[in-house]
């Protein structure tokens, strides 16, 4: 068994990880990580997470596994708090939520859905964007296609080419669109924007995958949800949303999210969801409970709540300080027109143009690790060390290409 299995190269995100671990030198900087970090470079746990802990721990009474969906009311807290309570599809009872080991294990389940139940069908997935929505769909023999996103100027999504390019998609094809605070682009959709996309994919039949990975990191939560709100109101023949609870509410290790199933009737919801329930008996039966259990803790009461909304914004107001003071820097550096648009720019990530060669340097003369694709994490890197850091590429850009 397995004798002609070949090694397989390793993700960019665990080669850049497992090199920053074995990197000695005293001062370096791992500036690739998905992690929200806080000025002094930690990822730590939240006050009101700390108090809804305390709460779950004092009151739980079993170690019983949860049901193949997850936690009831769990899933019912993060459907309201994401849809609204009100949202026409959640009042006909269309919608269907499973909890998930975080929003990996949602898409993946989408992926599985499509490969059992819709077999033939492509995946849209934005270029750039987040590599695993590729990989996710491929490991499960979902083919994908890729439509552009982003303007020349980097300062909007390209709605011309994106609605270009889905034209050419069948009906039934999967189209994932992030829904806030875009991986690596920090250009998500405007309003009208939203209006157009969701039009195309009622119109042409197309399948909606809304992907909510990093909410609260760009604006306030009612404004994050309302293009996803807004397309399940034009989007009639139903879709997915698939939550991740880890960033916003600092559960990372946790593994908190959630599918939520808008179906266009609530016969057919029921249906994908039952069958969702036999993926996920296949693949990892049942749901992690503490996480969950904390955040609907926090989701029921009003003062954590509280606690919620002002992580958010002071992690709002720290990634627009950390990305003028980029700005600024590279501004005095010479490399003001590759950072000319990151304060326009939402959420944790930026793309500073570099090539592979140039991140290698960075790596082997400066201790400065990222990943391949050259993008940044605006909160991994600490304020004190901004200029250290514009410094260093201004260094191997000027190097690379003098």
Not at 349 to 365: I, N, S, W
């Amino acid at each position: 068994m397995f004798q002609t299995l070949t090694e397989r190269p390793l993700p960019t995100i665990y080669t850049t990880d497992a090199r920053f671990e074995a990197d000695g030198r005293p001062d370096k900087l791992l500036l690739s990580t998905g992690l929200y970090c806080d000025a002094e470079g930690r990822c730590p746990v939240p006050e009101f997470i700390k108090e809804a802990e305390a709460r779950v721990l004092a009151s739980e009474q079993t170690k019983a596994y949860l049901l193949w969906g997850g936690d009831g009311a769990f899933n019912a807290a993060l459907e309201a708090f994401v849809l609204g309570a009100e949202h026409p599809a959640r009042v006909s009872g269309k919608t269907r939520t499973l909890q998930t080991p975080g929003s990996t294990a949602a898409l993946r389940l989408v992926a599985e859905l499509m490969a059992r139940h819709a077999p033939g069908k492509a995946c849209w997935v934005s270029q750039p964007g987040w590599g695993n929505h590729t990989q996710i769909c491929l490991d499960v023999g979902v083919p994908v296609k890729t439509y552009p996103y982003l303007r020349a100027d980097g300062l909007a999504v390209d709605l011309d080419a994106v609605v270009g390019a889905l034209e050419g998609a069948n009906a039934g094809d999967a189209v994932v669109f992030q829904a806030a605070n875009h991986l690596p682009t920090g250009v998500d959709p405007s309003a009208e924007q939203w209006a157009v996309l969701a039009d195309l994919c009622a119109r042409r039949g197309l399948v909606p995958v809304l992907d909510a990975a990093f909410l609260g990191f760009g604006a306030p939560f009612e404004q994050e949800f309302a293009g996803l709100r807004a397309f399940f109101d034009v989007v009639q023949g139903g879709g997915f949303v698939t939550t991740s609870f880890g960033k916003a509410f600092g559960l990372y290790r946790e593994r908190v999210g959630a599918l939520t199933i808008v179906g266009p009737c609530a016969q057919r919801a029921q249906a994908l969801w039952t069958h969702a329930l036999h993926a996920v008996r296949t693949i990892y039966s049942s749901p992690p409970s503490h996480g969950a259990a904390v955040a609907r803790t926090v989701l029921a009461d009003p003062d954590l709540r509280a606690g919620l909304e002002s992580r958010t914004a002071q992690i709002r107001a720290r990634l627009g300080l950390m990305r003028r003071l980029i700005a600024e820097r590279a501004q005095a550096a010479g490399l003001g027109a590759r950072f000319a648009r990151i304060q326009h720019e939402r959420g944790l990530f930026t793309k500073t143009g570099m090539d592979e060669g140039q991140v290698a340097a960075l790596h082997d003369r400066f201790a400065i690790h990222m990943n391949s694709r050259a993008v940044l994490n605006v909160s991994a890197l600490p304020q004190a060390s901004v200029e250290r850091f514009i410094d260093a590429m201004a260094h191997v850009v000027a190097d690379s290409e003098g």
